[in-house]
């Protein structure tokens, strides 16, 4: 898979035009576990979920992966 620019200053173009890509998030979660694991997500306290308990960190069932 082709990486795709993270931050503006690395392809300007690549936020300026939107495109569809034949891949959901699931599957480039998965490649990403597959390069990067194992991995340990922190809670930060930037965002704030109102109807959801403090240490939730995904409500995506059926995946192959899991966020410990």
């Known amino acids: 898979m082709k990486a795709i620019p993270t931050t503006p200053s690395a392809a300007?173009?690549?936020w300026a035009e939107p495109r569809r890509r034949d891949v959901t998030i699931h599957q480039v979660v998965t490649e990403y576990l597959a390069l990067?694991?194992?991995v340990s997500p922190t809670i930060e306290?930037?965002?704030v979920a109102?109807?959801?308990?403090a240490d939730l960190l995904s409500q995506v069932e059926g995946t192959s992966y899991r966020f410990r």
Request: glycine fraction near 8%; proline fraction near 15%.
């Open 50 to 53: 109102t109807d959801a308990p």
């Open 12 to 14: 300007s173009s690549a």
């Open 45 to 47: 306290g930037r965002a």
């Open 36 to 38: 990067h694991s194992p």
